[in-house]
């Protein structure tokens, strides 16, 4: 064990820098108490954050496990809000305390889109991999798969008032859907390319969509099922509401139906709305009621479009046509001059309202209106912001008004440079345009200030100042205290790679791609205008060298320098006298960051060929070659004390590695982009990383010891389940291939681990079974009642449960969304017993409808083995009978409830002169006014 002591685990502590990652959409959420437009979800790489925009903070986290968020939808009621990730999964999460209990995987890759249904009961979700699958959101359980689409699904949206749904993709098709039959009746060809975003509007008689050029089509939809019930003809009911024939459209705009024989509506193209963008549509999203509709390009502007009401178009129509009535009069002074008629066009009815301009390129946005005709609009930037913007509808010229700007926690672009204070408190990060401080502990920002493209950092000995080297060449120096720019040093020519403190702590070492490594030391001078002196650097010497400098190092006895070149080698240097001492050669690419042991012994290199080599600093031999990442390692640093070093890649990934055995120790997983750089504490207890998701994250140094046989053998158990789950997926019998309708779920390691669960129960009940008929068997032997068998301890362990009641319990928890694939990949000679045990369930009343539900299944999965098997006709008869039965009961007992609980509703209204639920509220007020009516008319008789 005394060798396991020198490796304790590092463990991810938090993410922080990222304000919302760039994947997943915005969204506006309600919390409890909280007013609406307030608070925005956002993705923040695995987990989503929930921030109070007007305060600039965040109120809630709701944690991922590693894969990224992909995309955001609050259900109608405002409690919960549905995750999709990047792996397909789904899960739903609860406002009120952040925990998440309901989960579904049905998708092999990314969610791309997620809608709920009017009443919040059903989710669809469509993917990167073309599926579009229904979910019962109450039953937790996937309904059916949509296939028909042959790319990534951009939009999906359900029909408020009848069964249907319709899809957009990047296949530039728009399909319609009969949720009743699951299958496709309808595909729209009327788009040149991918299909991005899609509304309705006008109680869902008009669809918008946009695709890779500056025009929204506008297609009408005409419902048709209704006057075929009343026994109408096929033909169109009525005249579609625009009568916009566009002649000259270069593109013939289609409509094929798939089943011309059970046609549901008709669309047609109405015209089309031209954005003031010229690039393709990246998102579009109208408010709850469709009022107003807002789309937007790459560029920084938000074109915002109201929808007016039926009305409103009405009344404006018969203005322009009163005003060219009285223009034809004018024009031709004669009474019987021919009725003039005005054309009703798409631009009557969707009015550009305004357009609102961002700090920067828009990559999301959500809508929210508000009371008194406010909208509010929440913006996600592609710089790592949230800024919303309010506005009055009502206004002849309204205009968008910021009203927050969520910046301070996080950097606008990439953090290329972390560094530790020397107390191990204070973090500091350095992007393109600022630097900033943070609490360790708090993650809270303690200093933002403005600086150049800054590549290297460090906290000057004290803490009180930093320095920074930037991409021009030039060193900054920061006072902390007051948070300004002390002073500016031109050093470099070129970009500024690399800044080492010297071990005396008294200088610093830069080098630059002028091909010079630049000595300075620390001096305190005094300004005319100031009263203390500040900090400042003087230059003492300079070495030239042959190729850029891309990394120095000073070894901790002072004694060595290390620089690495473009050429591939690192050539050591006495610090004295500047004389060459060593060269290190063997990397194939440039070494791109190194670090020296704190004995001064060992040196390692990290080069963009992928490999670490670790060479004595003695007679520079090269002690061993390790390939460490998928990609280049970016950012290499020693354990402070120890000869344990870290190393980041562009492969994702933080790698953890002995240099006297050679050994690598762990792997921290959690970015999902390159890591570009990170800082180990003084103390060696934290470690800070940052990447190209936007996010830095915090790992801590637990107590955990690792030890390394292992986790190697947990990384090959995790290999072979994920290819375990990765597997040929179960085959159901019946099942048509390349049908548009198929099962939701899919097989996991979760099911599969399940469904052994289920025969592991199954194995024990047949085994107690065997011991009480062997028992019986021996007591009619001996003719006397013998002592029962020993009970199995984990029937003991559940509370001396019967062996039956075992099975139902581990039937019963198994997640609702894996039970039907957890059944379909049990085989078939659990499933007589299995059938045996359900028929004894209904029997006594135990989980009536899960029963139910797992013998529907299985009866249509094996319908041809069962109905095929005798010894199996008398258990289905039974079956048969109690379930009837029993469902009847539930049925009666759920009748009588309903019934009694509509009686004491109208028991109370009648009593307390109140109306339950809020759309009751317009009938209460004109009962209440037709009885003073009445009542003034009795007073006036009187």
Request: glycine content about 6%.
């Amino acid at each position: 064990m005394g060798l396991t002591k020198q490796y304790l685990r590092y463990a991810a502590s938090a993410v922080f820098g990222v304000i919302g990652s760039q994947k997943a959409n915005i969204a506006f959420v309600t919390m409890r108490g909280g007013e609406r437009g307030r608070f925005v979800a956002v993705a923040a790489c695995e987990h989503v954050f929930i921030w109070d925009v007007r305060k600039a903070e965040k109120v809630l986290i709701l944690k991922g496990n590693k894969h990224e968020v992909t995309y955001l939808c609050p259900s109608p009621d405002g409690i919960y809000v549905a995750v999709g990730y990047e792996d397909g999964a789904v899960r739903i999460f609860s406002l009120l305390n952040g925990e998440s209990n309901v989960s579904f995987n049905g998708h092999k890759s990314a969610v791309t889109v997620i809608r709920y249904d009017t009443l919040g009961s059903r989710l669809v979700t469509g993917s990167r991999d073309t599926d579009v699958i229904v979910w019962d959101v109450i039953n937790e359980c996937g309904l059916y798969r949509l296939k028909g689409h042959k790319d990534a699904v951009t939009q999906a949206l359900f029909l408020k008032d009848k069964n249907l749904l319709v899809t957009s993709s990047k296949d530039s098709f728009v399909k319609w859907w009969d949720l009743d039959t699951q299958h496709c009746f309808k595909t729209m060809l009327g788009h040149r390319s991918e299909v991005w975003g899609m509304a309705l509007l006008n109680q869902e008689s008009r669809l918008i969509t946009g695709s890779a050029d500056s025009e929204l089509r506008a297609w009408d939809i005409n419902y048709l099922q209704e006057g075929r019930e009343a026994g109408e003809p096929k033909e169109k009911k009525g005249k579609s509401l625009l009568d916009d024939d566009d002649d000259d459209d270069e593109e013939e705009e289609e409509v094929v139906d798939e089943s011309p024989e059970e046609r549901i509506l008709s669309c047609k193209k109405a015209g089309s709305l031209l954005r003031e963008a010229r690039d393709r549509v990246v998102s579009m999203t109208t408010d709850a009621k469709a009022k107003v509709l807002a789309c937007h390009g790459s560029d920084t502007v938000l074109e915002v479009f109201s929808v007016l009401p039926e009305d409103e178009v009405e009344r404006v129509m018969a203005k322009k046509l009163k005003r060219a009535k009285k223009k034809a009069r004018d024009a031709q002074h004669a009474e019987d001059a021919p009725e003039p008629v005005v054309e009703r066009k798409l631009a009557n009815e969707i009015v550009r309202l305004t357009n609102i301009k961002a700090s920067a390129n828009i990559r999301w946005v959500d809508c929210l209106m508000c009371a008194g005709g406010e909208l509010k609009v929440a913006m996600l930037l592609q710089n790592n912001t949230v800024e919303t913007y309010s506005l009055k509808t009502s206004d002849k010229n309204p205009t968008g008004i910021k009203t927050s700007r969520l910046t301070l926690g996080g950097h606008r672009t990439d953090a290329r440079t972390l560094a530790f204070s020397s107390d191990n408190i204070a973090v500091l990060s350095a992007s393109g345009d600022t630097v900033k401080v943070w609490n360790r502990s708090t993650l809270q920002v303690i200093r933002t200030m403005a600086c150049d493209y800054a590549l290297c950092s460090l906290f000057v000995p004290g803490d009180r100042q930093i320095i920074l080297g930037t991409k021009s060449g030039k060193i900054q120096i920061f006072d902390l205290a007051s948070g300004t720019l002390l002073e500016t040093v031109d050093a470099h020519n070129g970009a500024l790679w690399s800044l080492c403190l010297s071990p005396d702590q008294r200088g610093i070492v830069t080098g630059g791609a002028d091909k010079t490594v630049k000595f300075w030391e620390f001096e305190l001078i005094k300004d005319e205008d100031a009263a203390q002196k500040r900090l400042t650097v003087k230059h003492v010497r300079t070495l030239q060298l042959d190729e850029d400098v891309l990394c120095v190092k000073y070894s901790p006895d002072q004694r060595l320098l290390a620089v690495s070149l473009l050429d591939c080698t690192v050539k050591v240097f006495y610090t004295d006298t500047l004389k060459f001492f060593l060269s290190l050669y063997g990397h194939k690419l440039p070494v791109l960051c190194l670090d020296i042991s704190h004995d001064s012994a060992l040196i390692a290199t990290g080069s963009a060929d992928r490999n670490v080599k670790i060479w004595g600093l003695d007679f520079g031999d090269c002690h061993r070659s390790m390939f460490a990442h998928d990609d280049s390692v970016m950012f290499l640093q020693f354990v402070p004390k120890t000869h344990l070093f870290f190393t980041a890649g562009k492969d994702k990934k933080i790698k953890q590695w002995d240099a006297d055995k050679f050994e690598h120790i762990q792997t921290l997983e959690g970015h999902h982009r390159e890591v570009w750089c990170l800082a180990i504490s003084p103390n060696g207890d934290h470690i800070v990383s940052s990447s190209h998701d936007k996010s830095l994250r915090l790992w801590e140094r637990t107590r955990e010891p690792i030890i390394l046989e292992e986790e190697r053998e947990m990384e090959r158990e995790a290999e072979f389940e994920e290819g375990m789950a990765k597997g040929d997926e179960p085959v159901v019998p019946g099942e048509i291939k390349d049908a548009e309708a198929a099962p939701a779920a899919k097989k996991t390691i979760e099911t599969v681990k399940a469904a052994e669960r289920v025969m592991e129960a199954l194995e024990l009940y047949r085994s107690e079974s065997r011991k009480m008929e062997e028992h019986q068997i021996a007591c009619q032997s001996a003719g006397k009642q013998l002592p029962p068998p020993k009970a199995n301890p984990i029937l003991v362990a559940f509370g001396n449960v019967s062996p039956s009641r075992y099975v139902l319990d581990v039937i019963k928890k198994v997640r609702s969304s894996e039970l039907e694939v957890s059944l379909l990949v049990l085989p078939f000679p659990y499933i007589p017993d299995l059938l045996s045990l359900f028929n004894c369930y209904v029997q006594d009343g135990l989980e009536v409808e899960l029963v139910c539900r797992c013998l529907f299944f299985l009866l249509r999965v094996h319908f041809g083995q069962i109905s095929s098997n005798q010894m199996l006709l008398t258990v289905i008869d039974e079956l048969r009978i109690n379930t009837i039965s029993k469902v009847r009961e539930i049925r009666d007992v759920l009748g009588f409830n309903s019934a009694g609980l509509q009686f004491l509703q109208r028991e109370v209204e009648s009593k307390e002169e109140i109306m339950f639920f809020a759309d009751a509220t317009g009938l209460l007020k004109e009962k209440r006014r037709k009885r003073k009516k009445r009542e003034r008319a009795i007073l006036t008789i009187a």
